[in-house]
Nanobody, 118 residues
Framework: QVQLVESGGGLVQAGDSLRLSCAASGRISSTYRMGWFRQAPGKEREFVASIGLSGDITNYADSVKGRFTISRANAKNTVYLQMNSLKPEDTAVYYC???????????WGQGTQVTVSS
């Protein structure tokens, strides 16, 4: 089993920055990738960014490229999402997730709310 706990959400103004953290515990290995997703009210959950735990391969949604950066601290089993130049449309509940590189994301955190006011 794997447990994920997100933190760092909050209420900010457009143009501000936030850094989300996701602490993982349990059976984490180098074959796990980690990702961030978000879900805005009335919308489906969407992919934001991902990173492999055994390398530096990262992927981003087009909507956040150049503004968000995903990184990890392997010694702490923690993944971060640095969010700069936030926009009101970034308002959502942000979820951390993990799973095997070759499989689906099958472990999810409880989510952290990010609200960006205009």
């Amino acid at each position: 089993q794997v447990q994920l706990v997100e933190s760092g959400g909050g209420l900010v103004q457009a143009g501000d920055s936030l850094r989300l953290s996701c602490a993982a515990s349990g059976r984490i290995s180098s074959t796990y990738r980690m990702g961030w997703f978000r879900q805005a009210p009335g919308k489906e959950r969407e992919f934001v960014a991902s990173i492999g735990l055994s390398g530096d391969i990262t992927n981003y949604a087009d909507s956040v490229k150049g503004r968000f950066t995903i990184s990890r601290a392997n010694a702490k089993n923690t993944v971060y999402l640095q969010m700069n130049s936030l926009k009101p449309e970034d308002t959502a509940v942000y979820y951390c997730a993990t799973g095997l590189i070759s499989g689906p994301y099958n472990y999810w955190g409880q989510g952290t709310q990010v609200t960006v006011s205009s």
